[in-house]
């Protein structure tokens, strides 16, 4: 199997290009890091928005000249309407954290259209449920619906 590298932008919020991008490298040599057919490490942060574009900028070149990793960016947004266009330059696709509710999956369709229109791939989530004490924060899972729910959405998209 392959994993594909999500740096958390929450937790890395005070971290800089030239040391993420080392940590990538690092994580790129292993046979399991995620990479597209043409080779190229995939690169997908957790709130990608965090960060400004130009700042993933730096992420990719980084690797590419100090660290001769070529890589590609599907950042997960929180908010991706918001934050498509201005990471469509830099971005091979897009996916979003999504909702973790059954009731609420379907913007699948709208989200995949707005990422081809870009010309970008859309990579769709899939999740369980969410429980967040700290922040108040309960959905509730109906069971398995939301994971039918939104497994349904990424085979319909």
């Given at each position: 199997?392959?994993?594909?590298?999500?740096?958390?932008?929450?937790?890395?919020?005070?971290?800089?290009?030239?040391?993420?991008?080392?940590?990538?490298?690092?994580?790129a040599?292993?046979?399991?890091?995620?990479?597209?057919?043409?080779g190229?490490?995939?690169?997908?942060?957790?709130?990608?928005?965090?960060?400004?574009?130009?700042?993933?900028?730096?992420?990719?070149?980084?690797?590419?000249t100090r660290?001769?990793?070529?890589?590609?960016?599907?950042?997960?947004?929180?908010?991706?309407?918001a934050?498509?266009?201005?990471?469509?330059?830099?971005?091979?696709?897009?996916?979003?954290?999504?909702?973790?509710?059954?009731?609420?999956?379907?913007?699948?369709?709208?989200?995949?259209?707005?990422?081809?229109?870009?010309g970008?791939?859309?990579?769709?989530?899939?999740?369980?449920?969410?429980?967040?004490?700290?922040?108040?924060?309960?959905d509730?899972?109906?069971?398995?619906?939301?994971?039918?729910?939104?497994w349904?959405?990424?085979?319909?998209?």
């Open positions: 199997f392959r994993v594909v590298l999500m740096p958390d932008m929450v937790a890395l919020a005070g971290t800089g290009p030239g040391t993420l991008a080392a940590r990538l490298a690092e994580l040599a292993s046979p399991a890091a995620g990479r597209f057919a043409d190229r490490l995939v690169v997908s942060p957790f709130k990608a928005e965090a960060k400004e574009p130009g700042w993933w900028r730096q992420v990719l070149d980084t690797l590419r660290h001769g990793t070529d890589a590609a960016l599907l950042p997960v947004f929180l908010d991706f309407p934050n498509a266009a201005r990471f469509a330059p830099l971005s091979e696709g897009f996916s979003e954290w999504g909702n973790r509710s059954y009731t609420a999956q379907g913007g699948a369709a709208a989200d995949v259209a707005r990422a081809k229109d870009l970008k791939l859309w990579m769709q989530p899939v999740s369980v449920q969410d429980a967040r004490p700290n922040q108040g924060i309960y509730e899972a109906g069971n398995t619906a939301t994971l039918r729910a939104s349904q959405a990424a085979i319909d998209t």
